[in-house]
């Protein structure tokens, strides 16, 4: 039985009269009741329309909570009152139902449709099992794991202004019915379409939990070209609340839309919008239903062996350098495996092209966008880093594992403080002896002043940055050259230091050595940064 | 790592310059014999503008007496500030922007000129203190200032600049007309 009162009488009577669909007229007679909702459609028409009717029935209807079972079989007479009381309903419920019913038929000849003028049929078409199994078999064919979902709707922002109108037009007569009423608390059509959904997809995905908070989202969305400049009007009474951004579409989002229709008064709305809102002639459009599992993060280091190698893809003007990248030769297999949409690749630090990063490797994390698989284990994580480092020669991956995003942010943290060792091999112009290197060795803390290297100064702000150089060791390889251990202070560039960058990195291995020095190798041996853990086996 | 490979080619190697650095030339600047410019772009457009070995402060053993970045009264190269990424306030100079006036202990000045559009990033102060680094490093540590062209321009700035072969060919011209008269 719908759980109306007789002051609910004229809020319904208007509210049918101006094209309103019946889960719609609940909401607007702020019934949070959520099993009037979930009954057909159609079946709530024939309620309400008989309420509206007979007098009797409303003043029974809230005592007399069995008979919801009985309605369904149609038809007033059906309704388990008293037997003292029945005639009587009988009686006016008879006499009422055929011009209840005259009203009907007329509403279906007169109206071209009978799409709701307030949420523009989402509660009338897409409101039913049927297309709850269509969502259902369109979220099965993703082939996702989850545990729970939780359903999202995104309307037309013209619902909110034909809501508006619609609340305007019935503002009176809620009000009659109890003064602490307000606009919001008319039942959104959000929340009606959950309460009728939900259950009914979770149902058709064997039972899955449908949540208010989940890893996992269904979207629904609806589109209703034909009304879309509903909301335009709104643009000339608020223009400030209407700003053009970069990345929409169009400015008449809902957020826009709802700041508007609060500022505006409601002698300014009715004077460029009809209260109730104007007929559509067809109900909305639903778009694909868009499914989402929140990202998933996999952590791990690498080693890079190669010379010819950059670390992620690297274009200029549009062309291609290089054929592959350290990112995507890791991520290849990993996309695989948790059958993800992208990628998002972060590192602490990144090298040169040209530099390998032997040792322990450099810690990396990354984010995997819309993952379809989500459990994976600790044994098949251990396979796919096998299957990494079998597929190519160029690099090698371990301690890979699945990670939280907030630990992520370990990798990032005290990124300057951290230290790295390198081993360059160094040219000189003059001729070296062994033991004109030995004095490096003792040297201890050598404080940098780094101007930003010319090599990266179109993309970094121009600065003079202070590295410290922890401690240097030298090894002698011959009259012109040798390798230089180096423990750093992140962030030091350590080819400008031995080459010097014009004079623009003091001091520099020129100055230090008296002749021009320059780099040939450079090998990063340890990035000594303590995340993610090793794995053990 | 390849030790052989690097033994034998401590002269040939290329440098950092010849590494990263494309080499363009603007000869005779404005009309002045020899006033040759050479400019450094490197593949991330970033240009370096310095004075090319056959520049006259560089020849006969010339001295540098001064050099001077007030390239007017109101306009001082040192006073150029960039901040940011975007390197927002340098001063914006065009072809002919003179950078520094060097002048040599016998008293000639030279005007040392932009060559290329866009904004300038730095000048070399390390040369006021220790004017010979011009003269000992002119194509490194002796360069005169740092210019970032717009992005849309960093191709067509160096159209009207000589290509290290042409500008071979201008000094192999000169050397012989020299030899002529």
Same mark, same amino acid.
């Given at each position: 039985m719908l759980p109306l009162k007789e002051k609910d009488k004229p809020v319904v009577q208007k509210l049918l009269a101006a094209g309103c669909c019946s889960r719609c007229v609940l909401r607007f007679c702020c019934t949070s009741v959520q099993a009037a909702f979930r009954q057909p459609e159609q079946e709530t028409l024939k309620e309400l329309q008989a309420f509206i009717n007979n007098n009797e029935i409303v003043q029974d209807s809230p005592d007399s909570t069995e008979e919801t079972k009985s309605h369904d079989a149609s038809g007033s007479e059906t309704r388990g009152d008293p037997p003292s009381k029945r005639a009587k309903l009988e009686h006016c419920a008879s006499g009422d139902a055929s011009k209840d019913g005259t009203v009907t038929v007329e509403m279906q000849e007169d109206e071209e449709s009978h799409v709701c003028v307030a949420c523009l049929g989402v509660l009338q078409e897409f409101c039913d099992v049927t297309r709850a199994i +269509?969502?259902?078999?369109?979220? +099965?064919?993703?082939?996702?794991?989850?545990?729970?979902?939780?359903?999202?709707?995104?309307?037309?922002?013209?619902?909110?202004?034909?809501?508006?109108?619609?609340?305007?037009?019935?503002?009176?007569?809620?009000?009659?019915?109890?003064?602490?009423?307000? /606009?919001?608390?008319?039942?959104?059509?959000?929340?009606?379409?959950?309460?009728?959904?939900?259950?009914?997809?979770?149902?058709?995905?064997?039972?899955?939990?449908?949540?208010? +908070?989940?890893?996992? /989202?269904?979207?629904?969305?609806?589109?209703?070209?034909?009304?879309?400049?509903?909301?335009?009007?709104?643009?000339?009474?608020?223009?400030?609340?209407?700003?053009?951004?970069?990345?929409?579409?169009?400015?008449?989002t809902r957020m826009a839309v709802v700041k508007a229709l609060d500022k505006i008064s409601d002698f300014a709305f009715l004077k460029h919008y009809p209260s109730p809102p104007a007929r559509p002639s067809r109900h909305c459009v639903q778009q694909d239903v868009q499914c989402l599992h929140v990202s998933l993060f996999i952590a791990g280091r690498y080693n890079k062996f190669c010379r010819s190698l950059p670390q992620t893809p690297w274009v200029i003007d549009g062309q291609r350098r290089m054929e592959s990248s350290v990112e995507e030769l890791i991520a290849a297999p990993i996309l695989v495996t948790f059958r993800a949409d992208g990628f998002n690749f972060s590192s602490s630090g990144r090298e040169d092209v040209d530099v390998r990063t032997l040792g322990n490797g450099r810690p990396f994390a990354m984010e995997l966008l819309n993952p379809h698989r989500s459990r994976v284990s600790k044994v098949e994580m251990k396979q796919l880093q096998e299957t990494i480092n079998a597929s190519s020669d160029k690099i090698r991956v371990r301690d890979l594992q699945i990670v939280t995003r907030e630990a992520t942010s370990r990798m990032k943290e005290g990124e300057e403080e951290k230290t790295k060792s390198y081993t360059a091999l160094v040219w000189t112009h003059k001729a070296i002896q062994r033991e004109d290197l030995s004095f490096m060795d003792d040297i201890k803390d050598l404080t940098l002043n780094q101007k930003t290297p010319l090599r990266v100064l179109h993309r970094r702000a121009l600065a003079v940055r202070q590295r410290v150089i922890h401690s240097m060791s030298t090894r002698f390889v011959d009259a012109h050259h040798f390798y230089l251990g180096l423990k750093t202070q992140a962030g030091t560039y350590i080819k400008e230091f031995v080459h010097g960058d014009f004079g623009r990195t003091q001091p520099n291995m020129c100055e230090l050595l008296k002749t021009d020095t320059d780099i040939l190798e450079l090998d990063v041996e340890s990035v000594d940064v303590d995340w993610p853990p090793t794995v053990t086996d | 790592m390849d030790n052989e490979e690097c033994k034998d080619t401590q002269d040939k190697a290329p440098s950092v310059v010849d590494r990263y650095y494309t080499r363009w030339y603007r000869a005779d600047m404005k009309g002045k014999p020899c006033e040759d410019h050479c400019i450094l772009q490197h593949s991330n457009r970033i240009c370096v503008v310095t004075l090319a070995e056959s520049h006259p402060i560089l020849q006969n053993g010339r001295q540098i007496k001064s050099i001077n970045y007030q390239i007017s009264n109101g306009c001082s190269r040192l006073n150029n500030k960039v901040s940011g990424k975007s390197k927002r306030g340098g001063q914006f100079l065009t072809d002919f922007a003179p950078l520094c006036r060097i002048t040599c202990t016998d008293e000639n000045e030279y005007t040392i000129y932009s060559c290329i559009r866009g904004r300038l990033l730095e000048v070399n102060e390390a040369i006021l203190e220790t004017p010979s680094l011009l003269l000992q490093k002119p194509s490194t540590d002796g360069y005169i200032a740092v210019i970032l062209p717009k992005f849309e321009e960093s191709k067509s700035i160096t159209e009207n600049l000589l290509s290290r072969e042409e500008f071979e060919k201008v000094l192999a011209k000169r050397a012989a007309s020299s030899q002529l008269s």
């Open positions: +269509k969502i259902a078999a369109a979220v +099965k064919a993703e082939q996702y794991e989850f545990d729970s979902l939780v359903l999202s709707v995104s309307l037309p922002p013209q619902l909110c202004v034909r809501e508006h109108s619609c609340w305007l037009h019935v503002k009176k007569e809620v009000r009659e019915k109890c003064m602490s009423l307000s /606009e919001d608390d008319v039942i959104q059509v959000k929340e009606a379409f959950k309460w009728v959904m939900q259950g009914l997809i979770a149902k058709e995905l064997g039972g899955v939990a449908v949540v208010t +908070k989940s890893l996992f /989202e269904v979207g629904v969305e609806f589109s209703h070209p034909e009304t879309d400049s509903d909301c335009y009007f709104l643009a000339s009474t608020c223009p400030n609340c209407f700003k053009p951004t970069k990345n929409k579409q169009s400015v008449f | -």
